[in-house]
């Protein structure tokens, strides 16, 4: 199974600041790599996917990049409604697989 | 708009049975391949099942192969999961989730959820 690692496991960023949470798979992945909003109580929402695209309704101070078997996920100016977890999730090959989470608190 | 809809969930022993369902509107459920997540209180998203537009490409993960199996009806625009042999590790909310096939696979659309619980 493909592994993937999440960085940092949780963060505290303040409103208007930039944040960036990686995402390290275990081989090769080329960009299939999606990454994903959860807040309390709620389904996850689909924010990236393969690495880069912006999924449809989605602000765009998200943005997400690739360098080799990592991937990045970045809030570019984090508003009060990001304060979630989010994942990175592999559709390379079955079974497919979930990072971690990474936690955004509230500085 | 885009709705998925899980019931079916609920507390059942050890070596029990349940049956998920989910209901969909807002899209032609026959075009779209489907899955089942699910997340064990405070933990992380597991993948458990897929099931392709017309039942032809089914997949588990290997920790419910055997036990569980994922089922649609195009008519009735509903996907399902029966869960068999429950153990305690199968304790989560269950989200059933639609595929997204644009240059990658992705989950588009979500449920709200339905847990299972597995307690005896």
């Known amino acids: 199974d493909i592994q993937l690692t999440q960085s940092p496991s949780s963060l505290s960023a303040s409103v208007g600041g930039r944040v960036t949470i990686t995402c390290r798979a275990s081989?090769?992945?080329?960009?299939?790599l999606n990454w994903y909003q959860q807040t309390p109580g709620k389904a996850p929402n689909l924010l990236i996917y393969?690495?880069?695209s912006l999924q449809s309704g989605v602000p765009s101070r998200f943005s997400g990049s690739r360098s080799g078997t990592d991937f990045t996920l970045t809030i570019s100016s984090l508003q009060p409604e990001d304060f979630a977890t989010y994942f990175c999730?592999?559709?390379?090959?079955?079974?497919?697989?979930f990072g971690q989470g990474t936690k955004v608190e509230i500085k | 708009e885009v709705q998925l809809v899980e019931s079916g969930g609920g507390l059942v022993q050890p070596g029990g049975s349940l049956r998920l369902s989910c209901a969909t509107s807002?899209?032609?459920?026959?075009?779209?391949?489907m899955n089942w997540v699910r997340q064990a209180p405070g933990k992380g998203l597991e993948w458990v099942s897929y099931?392709?537009?017309?039942?032809?490409?089914?997949y588990y993960a290997d920790s419910v192969k055997g036990r569980f199996t994922i089922s649609r009806d195009n008519a009735k625009n509903s996907l399902f999961l029966q869960m068999d042999s429950l153990r305690a590790e199968d304790t989560a909310v269950y989200y059933c989730?639609?595929?997204?096939?644009?240059?990658?696979?992705?989950?588009?659309?979500w449920g709200q959820g339905t847990p299972v619980t597995v307690s005896s």
């Open positions: 989730a639609r595929s997204l096939m644009i240059v990658v696979v992705s989950f588009d659309y």
């Open positions: 807002g899209f032609t459920f026959s075009n779209y391949n």
């Open positions: 099931i392709s537009s017309d039942s032809s490409n089914i």
């Open positions: 081989q090769s992945i080329n960009n299939y």
């Open positions: 393969a690495a880069s």
């Open positions: 999730q592999q559709s390379y090959s079955t079974p497919w697989t």
